[in-house]
């Protein structure tokens, strides 16, 4: 199985893709909570016909190690700089969606010679920028309240009026997200990335973002709403903004997402 250690943790990372051998590398950096067990994930989307993705369980997820202390945005960023070195990877193409996107932020910034064009997906920056909805917020609630305020967040759409017009597909997505989160999953690990992510600020920072940058998003996305993309994308030199139809997970509800990230990568 392919683990490395940085010198600090041991980090759990795959490759993949349609054409690994022969296709350019795309680092994919995932989300809160994300865990390269769960699946269908970025080797089964539509970029792995295009690249070599490379990604890897973040500290305190998945089968990366879960270390003492406090985690920080730039430990995330470092741990990424240590894999595409393990890697002997030079220069890549760098994806970051939600929690991913922030890291990228970080790593982008104090790594520019290393990022060729650089993918933004539904994050937010902190600061003057705006701070993505404080997730760890919703960590006291019971199981069910979680995953209902997760959901309206996640799809604004998604308010009182539509669950009670739509009672059966509502409590039907309620379930499948109760049943998201993994039994073994580490809650402390989990946390820690959670506080992390509070912490959150690159908003002075992005004009030092060099790459090309496309900052994409949903329309109606509570969790980082459009007016914080619109605040990254006037501060990145290089960058592009584009929406699409649907929430925080737009990337599965708008077809022309992927396709269009894609043909811009």
Known sequence: MP????????IYFEIGGEAVHSSP?????SGTGA?????????????ASVFKVVSLDQRGLGRTSKPDGDYSMR?????????IDHLDIQRLKVMGVSFGGMVA???AIR?????????????SAGGKAGSSYPLHELERLSPRERAEKHLTLSDVRLNEQWQKENPEKWESYVQRSLGARRSDRDELGAMKQLLARKNHDTYKRLANIECETLIVGGKYDGIAPPKNLVAMNEMIPQSELRFYEGGHMFLVQDKSAYQE?????
């Open 261 to 265: 990230i894609i043909a811009w990568l």
């Open 75 to 83: 430990q995330y960023a470092n741990d990424v700089l240590t894999l």
């Open 105 to 107: 932020q970080e790593f």
């Open 111 to 123: 790594n520019p010679d290393r990022v060729e064009k650089l993918i933004l997906a539904c994050t």
């Open 3 to 10: 683990f490395f250690h940085n010198g600090e943790i041991e």
């Open 25 to 29: 590398p795309l680092l994919f950096i």
């Open 35 to 47: 865990d390269l067990r769960n699946k269908p994930n970025q080797f089964d989307s539509p970029l």
